[in-house]
DNA sequence: TATACATATGAACAAATAAACATATGTTTA
DNA sequence: TAAACATATGTTTATTTGTTCATATGTATA
């Protein structure tokens, strides 16, 4: 490379970068991001909402199913609903927690066909 | 709740924990999906890729583009190229990388639509 | 209202990991 | 082939975080 196309490597560079710059969303937004799938990637919490894929589950069930303490998985789950990922209801003395959307089953899909290349 | 129905309650539950064992993915596959979901986890990381979406870059830029160290830079792209979501090519000294397929983006783009609610 | 059951929370500890610094490897060109 | 440039790698350190144990809260029933 010449000095002439080294000079015009580097503005091209510094053009690629500026533009990126201006698309890129807000440092907020994609911490946010990377946030959100920190909390898909840990095995308890991604079993946890595999589990409920299909049908919504109690604690004693996830922890039973998963051979879990009732202690680790509420505590899974308090990071699951804070993030939106699963929603709940009460019946009686048990508490039923289900995936809060069609985005977690689609996020998680996914995620499962880059895994099973 | 009478003990009949309590004991009813109590079978039906263990049915259903039994039903979503069996469709349960081998702990291996959600390891590894965990893992995945690991490598999107990291604003750092997070950034990096989001870099590539439209085009690609080469380490320089991408240090450049978000004021962290060559090194930082490096090690956390060995961990993209590692989970498959990355590729490269090499063009002289330069080492240019890209988001490696559809999926990637894809993961990425369902992440910032739930982010974005 | 006392007891049992289901879940949540707080604190302490151990394991995982991102960043920084120093250095090595690989590529081009004078 | 020596010097300059681009990227990669090894090591240490500080921080983050999942689990466990103990305990608290909330709900139903005798």
């Given at each position: ?35 959100l799938?920190?909390v898909f ?7 946890i909402l595999?589990?409920m894929f299909?049908?919504e ?20 789950l308090?990071i699951l609903k804070s993030s939106k990922l699963v929603k709940f209801r ?7 927690y289900s995936l809060d959307d069609e985005h977690v089953r689609a996020i998680i ?9």
């Amino acid at each position: 490379m010449g000095e002439t196309e080294e000079r015009e490597f580097l503005a091209a560079r510094e053009d690629v970068v500026k533009k990126v710059l201006e698309q890129q969303p807000d440092d907020e937004i994609l911490y946010d991001l990377a946030e959100l799938f920190k909390v898909f990637g840990d095995s308890t919490r991604i079993k946890i909402l595999y589990s409920m894929f299909e049908t919504e589950l109690c604690v004693n069930d996830i922890a039973k199913l998963l051979n879990l303490s009732q202690s680790s998985v509420s505590h899974q789950l308090r990071i699951l609903k804070s993030s939106k990922l699963v929603k709940f209801r009460r019946e009686g003395k048990s508490i039923f927690y289900s995936l809060d959307d069609e985005h977690v089953r689609a996020i998680i899909s996914m995620g499962m066909e880059h895994v099973e290349e």
